[in-house]
């Protein structure tokens, strides 16, 4: 089970900043037994931080947001992770558990209207969201909250869109730069393994960024469609996606062309 807290500020009419605090604990023990402490439900920012610490028994990660608007079409952001840190001696440690990102969203792009250019770079650190209980990772009905890759990668992100009329396009570029783990080997990709059981040992302070078996992976996916109905963005798309994985061990490649109907109809569930 988790807490969440996340507190924005506009620091000015072109700067937004925010502060965010994830908690993630373990409602039961070996036996199913409920184990609920009131504290786990505390609302105020940082106070799990400063109670249970980031190394603690609970996992615990802390983050920042910045959004800066340069002009009404240009705007910068990023994030920054923090969840478990060593000391300065200690950069080689699997408890430098640090990542961040920055991107540029630029809007009618060379007075263009309607076209629009995002880029964005992400980096995490081996180890990253994975806790030495398997229970308390950074995960949610085993699937990741954060990067869907895990941990100890760096990605570039590149995406175009353009709209006439009711017409539009979009091309993506994703490439990622990653350690995977190897059969028996916990190099800190995979946040659902426990840190004990981490490749260099659990206190190792010989880890870097990237470690384990290079691997390279790149995504295109190239997509036209047509807008039939506005308010609920009913539309019709066509488009292709390719897919390549390539180390020592694996060159693999994916495409394949896809066709779709789709729109977005409000969603007034709320139940699970």
């Known amino acids: 089970a988790g807490s ?15 502060l965010f605090q994830g908690f993630i604990w373990t409602s039961t023990d070996t036996r199913n037994k409920m184990n609920l402490d ?26 920042s947001t910045l959004k800066f608007k340069i ?50 770079y992400n980096q995490v650190r ?3 969201y994975a806790h030495k209980n398997t229970a308390q990772n950074y995960s949610h009905y085993n699937q990741s909250l954060a990067h869907p890759i895990g941990a100890s990668f ?38 659902f393994l426990s840190q004990n059981n981490a490749f ?3 206190n ?3 880890n870097s960024q990237n470690q384990g078996v290079k691997t390279l992976v790149s995504f295109v996916d190239f997509k036209i469609g047509y807008l039939i109905n506005p308010s609920t963005n009913m ?12 180390n020592d061990r694996v060159n693999a490649q994916t495409n394949f062309v896809y066709i779709g109907f789709r729109t977005s109809l409000t969603n007034v569930y709320y139940d699970f």
């Not at 969440?4 to 925010?18: A, P």
């Not at 539309?235 to 390539?246: C, L, Y």
């Open 4 to 18: 969440f807290q996340f507190l924005s500020w506009d620091v000015h009419k072109r700067v937004q900043f925010g």
């Open 38 to 63: 009131a504290s786990y439900f505390n609302p105020v920012l940082f106070g799990s931080a400063l109670q249970y610490g980031l190394g603690g028994a609970h996992n615990v990660l802390l983050g």
């Open 71 to 120: 002009t009404n079409s240009v705007s910068l952001y990023g994030q920054y992770l923090l969840d478990e840190i060593a000391e300065k001696s200690l950069k080689g440690s699997i408890r430098n558990k640090l990542g961040f990102q920055l991107g540029l969203k630029y809007f009618d792009v060379l007075k263009v209207k309607n076209l629009h250019l995002q880029i964005e």
């Open 126 to 128: 081996p180890y990253s």
């Open 154 to 191: 760096k990605e570039a992100i590149v995406i175009w869109n353009y709209r006439l009329a009711d017409f539009f396009t979009e091309l993506k570029f994703q490439g990622i730069r990653l350690g995977k783990d190897s059969a028996g080997r916990n190099y800190g990709n995979n946040i």
């Open 200 to 202: 260099y040992g659990v």
């Open 204 to 206: 190792s302070t010989i």
């Open 235 to 246: 539309n019709i798309v066509g488009g292709i996606s390719m897919r390549a994985e390539k």
